[in-house]
Structures are given as structure tokens and as C-alpha cells.
């Protein structure tokens, strides 16, 4: 029960084993499980921001690898142009939907970027990559079952004209160049807002415009291999695992280079979400 002003009420006592939250849909819960429940700074409030990872990592590969997918089923209806755009405009439309959830991560390049950087725990990395593996593992699943084609054709592989060091190169390349603009954006607190969510979602389109027939401009070790492992095929997969990660170091020396270390308390909001605070 509660009283007239909507706070919370006791049965006689002020114990927290009888403290009803009937307004929040919560009524006979101790007050302890409803603070854990509503406090969003919590440290145990991580669930939400694992869950924000799964499911922007989820739609992101949704189109990353649908995209081929789609083409394979349907006699090439999805041309390069439209597949490459579109994981640019997913990733702009997830930064702006949950940015401030969990800081819009979705790609372990990132996670590792912003750890590196200082501004991310790096006790927290682990749990955000076995996240973002799980959204993307079920988004090809669920191509897969829903198209019938075969994983692969949504996978990232090196062109057959060119050896596999350059596609590592080229992802080492891209990958430097994104995360640069991520950190950047990220330290004018703009991961969570406009700028940041053009910058990046535009980055990724323009950066598979013109790369995409080289290595697939991955730039994600997990979008890469999550259709490798629905389709039991890990060619090359090195390429799409280090070349992220040695472009990602890259582009945090640049960022200590241009701005210093770290990104300040913005850096770190961006990296982290700001899950809980009122929007400023």
C-alpha cells in the first residue's frame, strides 16, 4: 500500500521485508529487491546493460549479415551499395535508441578500445563480448532459419584476388579509422547524442562503400564470426579478429596523441551509459 503523495508504506514497522511499491506494479516486494530492481546505478543493474548489448548487437548483424543473405535467397535483390549502408544506418539508429544504456558498444574493438583508454572497466569487457557474441549468434540463426541459405553468405571473407595480410591490413586500417572517430566523439560526450551517432553510423557506410570488396570491411571481430560459427567455416577468420583489435590500440594511441589520456568524465559516460541519470 501507499499513502496519498505515492510513497511507499509499511504495515506497521519500518522493516524493509514490508515495504510495498504498488505505483511501480511491485506491491508486497521487500523494499531491498525493488531498489535492486529501480536503482539503475546499481552495479547489479549490469543485466541491463548486457541486455542493451545483445540487442543492439542482435540488429546490427541482423543487417550486417543479412544483407548477403538476403542477395543469396532472393537472385542478388540486395545490391552492395544498400547492403553496406545499412549496418551504417543500424549502428546511428542504436546509438541514439540505447547509447545511454550501455554506451552503444556492440563490436569487442570497441569495448577493448574504450578498456584501453581508461574509460570502460576492463572487469566489465568479458560480460559485453559474451553479450554481443549471443545477439549476433541469434541474429544468424535467425536468418538462417528464416531465409535457408547458409550462414557463409552473410559472413566476411578476403577477396580471392588478394592474400589474406592484405584483408588484414585493410581491416586494421578501417578499424583504426572508426574507433578514432568513436573515441573522438566520445570524449565530447557525444557517444550518447547526434553528433556521435552520425559520425559513426556515417564512418561505417563510407568506410564499406569503397572497402567492402577488399576484406568485407568487418571491423567487428564478432559480426565476423558469428556466421562462421553457425556455418562451421572459419576461413581466415584471424584477419577479422586481429585486425580489429591491433586497429583499435592504434586508434587509442592516436586519441592519446591528439587529446591526451582517457576521455575525462564524458569519455567515460559514453563508454559506460549513463543508465539512471536524467538527460541533461
Known sequence: MSDVTGEPATDGDDTSSSTYWPHLGLSGLPKGVVERITDFNDPRQEWRRLFSEVMGTFLLVL??????????????????TAAVIAPGAMVMAMILFMGRVSGAHFNPAVSFAFALRGDFPWRRVPGYVVAQLAGATLAVLFLQSVVDVSASNGATYPATSVTHV?????EVVLTFGLVSVILGTASGAQNVGVLGALGVGAYVALAGLWASPLSGASMNPIRSLAPDLVANDFTAYWVYLAGPLVGAAIAVLAAFVLRGSGGGGSGSAAAQGTLGESPS
Open 166 to 170: 592484405a584483408a588484414f591490413l585493410m
Open 63 to 80: 543487417v550486417a549479415a543479412g544483407g548477403g543473405m538476403m542477395s543469396a535467397a532472393f537472385g542478388g535483390a540486395i545490391g552492395r
